[in-house]
């Protein structure tokens, strides 16, 4: 079946420190994969996404996810970490239903950055 | 640019009333509509979406109902409220495949209702 997978619930990180936080995939096709973050009680925020090209995809507030397609990976990655960046963090890709691509999300990575 | 609305922010309802939570789009015409529902604070499960006025796929059957009146209107009810049905709700919006939008499109969601159900 077609998913994307977070395979961590939780990830800790010092402030000032590189973060990663995990997506695989699994799509038939090119896959169009996507970051959401979400900051308690509001709704979802698009942060970047990776169509086709370059393998490294620069989004908003300083980060950047890297595509392997060998590995079906799509991790989300900042050099530095800030504790403003604590939130909920979503991979997502688009799923066939009926004729429509359905916006279909993982279940979610908590960052959590320390002082 | 487009927005989008959703409200209320925060509702608390008892068991067995009726729900009516709305969204609306602006800025765009003709876009796709979706319903998630958000358990504890964790993943989305998607309820409604809707291509068109008046055409709504449910992924899960339960006690909800959606409507899509006007073209950039999008509405969760419910007749009969549940323990179950309390959680955040977020609509969210893309742009069509016929109206410039693919695969590759993202997502935009409004700032979500709290629903408790007591």
């Known amino acids: 079946a077609q998913s994307v997978a977070q395979p961590e619930d939780q990830v800790n990180v010092a402030e000032g420190n590189p973060l990663t936080v995990k997506c695989t995939y699994s799509v038939s096709g090119n896959p169009y994969l996507f970051w959401y973050v979400q900051y308690p009680n509001r709704g979802l925020q698009f942060l970047l996404k990776y169509i086709t090209g370059d393998n490294l995809v620069k989004g908003s507030y300083g980060f950047e996810a890297e595509f392997n397609k060998s590995q079906t990976s799509f991790h989300l990655k900042k050099p530095s970490a800030l504790v403003s960046d604590s939130a909920l963090y979503f991979c997502?890709?688009?799923?066939?239903?009926?004729?429509?691509?359905?916006?279909?999300f993982g279940r979610g990575t908590s960052l959590i950055v320390h002082p | 640019s487009q927005t989008i609305h959703q409200w209320p922010a925060t509702l608390v309802q008892p068991v067995g009333s009726p729900l009516s939570l709305e969204c609306t789009v602006e800025?765009?015409?003709?876009?796709?509509l979706y319903w998630y529902r958000q358990a504890a604070g964790r993943g989305l499960q998607l309820l409604f979406y809707?291509?068109?006025?008046?055409?709504i796929s449910s992924e899960v059957p339960q006690n909800l109902s959606a409507s899509r009146p006007q073209d950039r209107q999008f509405i969760l009810s419910s007749k009969k409220l549940l323990l179950s049905d309390s959680g955040f709700y977020l609509c969210?919006?893309?742009?069509?495949?016929?109206?410039?939008?693919?695969?590759?499109?993202?997502?935009?969601f409004g700032q979500g209702t709290r629903l408790t159900v007591v």
């Open positions: 969210a919006w893309s742009v069509p495949r016929g109206g410039g939008g693919s695969l590759n499109t993202e997502a935009f």
């Open positions: 997502a890709v688009r799923l066939r239903s009926g004729g429509s691509y359905i916006p279909t």
């Open positions: 800025g765009t015409s003709n876009p796709n």
């Open positions: 809707s291509v068109g006025i008046g055409q």
